[in-house]
């Protein structure tokens, strides 16, 4: 089971939550460009969304006010 550790993503105050929703959203687009595409995904969505945003490849923009909630 892939189990990193997150506390670099979270340390600028990014909230679980945010870091949940721009993980399903990025899976989803991967997702739906392999189904076009007609690619055949041998590694899972999930953990390829998780891999770029921990490789920096895919950013997530926060709003202001629930950053510190």
Do not use: Q, W
């Amino acid at each position: 089971m892939f189990n990193p550790d997150l506390s670099g993503v979270l340390k600028d105050h990014l909230s679980r939550y945010s870091l949940v929703s721009a993980i399903a959203k990025r899976a989803r687009e991967i997702a739906d460009y392999a189904e076009e595409n007609r690619i055949v995904m041998t590694e899972k969505p999930v953990s390829l969304a998780l891999d770029e945003i921990l490789k920096g490849e895919y950013v997530i923009e926060e709003p202001e006010e629930i950053r510190y909630i």
